[in-house]
């Protein structure tokens, strides 16, 4: 059985918020803390990863990105487990329609991932996040992220890449 825990996500584009996939519209998104409200909202259907039993696990915080203004429909979730010293990114995942060729939404792996970089400034982590990796999907998060391999499959985003992605993503704390 694969790992649940290596990242298979792939960074569609980097958008200043989301943006969507047809009329290239951009939406302004909130990162908020998963509910017990979401949670009995969330459909298996629409997501590869067992959320329910993520949000159960007293180490880990679950993240859900949405439209401002609509709080209801989550567009991604993000698993982070806070390491003393960085953030792990535990899972990752788009709502099954921004999954695919047919997404609605261009950016949402890219808003969450900056998110955990602002989180790892906020704590004073310097911004470092790191993650384990589906070894095809190494070289893309070098190219679309600028992380770097650590050893074996296990990833790092050091405070220069994840300046770049705050600034893009949270440009009221640049």
């Given at each position: ?19 969507n996939?047809?009329s ?20 298996k ?22 439209i ?5 429909i ?11 010293d960085?953030?792990?990114m ?9 999954r695919g ?8 792996p ?15 982590y ?33 405070t220069?890449?994840?300046r ?11």
């Open positions: 059985m694969a790992n649940p825990q290596t990242f298979d996500i792939e960074i569609d584009k980097l958008t200043r918020s989301i943006e996939a047809i290239g519209d951009s939406f302004k998104t909130e990162i908020l803390e998963l509910t017990s409200e979401d949670l009995k909202r969330i459909k259907s629409e997501w590869l990863f067992d959320w329910k039993y993520e949000a159960k696990q007293a180490d880990k915080t679950v993240y859900k990105l949405v401002e203004e609509n709080s209801r989550i567009q991604g979730l993000i698993s982070i487990q806070d390491r003393g960085h953030i792990f535990a899972l990752i995942e788009s709502n099954k329609f921004n060729a047919d997404k609605l939404y261009l950016g949402v890219g808003n969450l991932i900056a998110f955990a970089c602002k989180l790892s400034f906020d704590k004073g310097a911004g470092y996040i790191s993650f384990e990796s589906k070894t095809k999907l190494k070289e893309h998060y070098q190219k679309s992220l600028g992380a770097h391999v650590l050893f074996g499959n296990v990833m790092v985003i050091d220069k890449a994840a770049k992605l705050v600034n893009q993503y949270f440009p009221e704390n640049s």
